[in-house]
C-alpha cells in the first residue's frame, strides 16, 4: 500500500520525485462528521496524536525544495480506536487529496502543508 501511494506520488508529482527536502512536521485537517468539528493538527515527524477516536502518526512531510510552499507530501498512519490494521497507510498529497484519502464513515483527514521552519 506505501509503496503504490508513493509511486503514485512520484508519477503525479514529477518536481518531486526529482528534487525534495524534508520538513521537520507538517499539519493535516481532520473533520468529525457527526458533531462537525473541524481541526488544524500540527504534527512533527514521528509524532503521534489524537482526535476524537483516531490517532494520526505523522512518519514523514516532503515538499519540492523549488517552492517550498508549493506541495506538501505527508506519509500517515492512522488508527481508529487503537484498532489494527490502521484505517490508513500511505502518503497524502496536499494537492491531490483524492489520489490517496481516508475512507472512514465518521473522519475526514487530509494534508496541509509541511512545516518548513
Not at 17 to 37: C, H, M, N, Y
Not at 52 to 59: H, K, N
Not at 79 to 89: G, L, S
Request: proline content about 7%.
Amino acid at each position: 500500500m506505501k509503496r503504490l501511494a508513493f509511486l503514485i506520488t512520484m508519477l503525479t508529482a514529477p518536481a518531486f520525485a526529482q528534487e525534495a527536502s524534508t520538513a521537520p512536521g507538517g499539519v493535516v485537517r481532520v473533520l468529525d462528521k457527526i458533531t462537525g468539528v473541524v481541526e488544524d493538527v500540527e504534527l512533527r515527524n514521528g509524532e503521534s496524536r489524537q482526535f476524537g477516536l483516531l490517532t494520526i502518526e505523522l512518519g514523514e512531510c516532503r515538499y519540492p525544495s523549488s517552492n517550498p510552499s508549493g506541495d506538501a507530501y505527508e506519509l500517515l498512519t492512522i488508527t481508529y480506536r487503537d484498532q489494527q490494521p490502521p484505517v490508513f497507510e500511505g502518503w497524502m498529497i496536499a494537492s491531490a487529496p483524492a489520489i490517496s484519502a481516508l475512507e472512514h464513515p465518521r473522519y475526514d483527514v487530509w494534508a496541509l502543508r509541511c512545516i518548513t521552519s
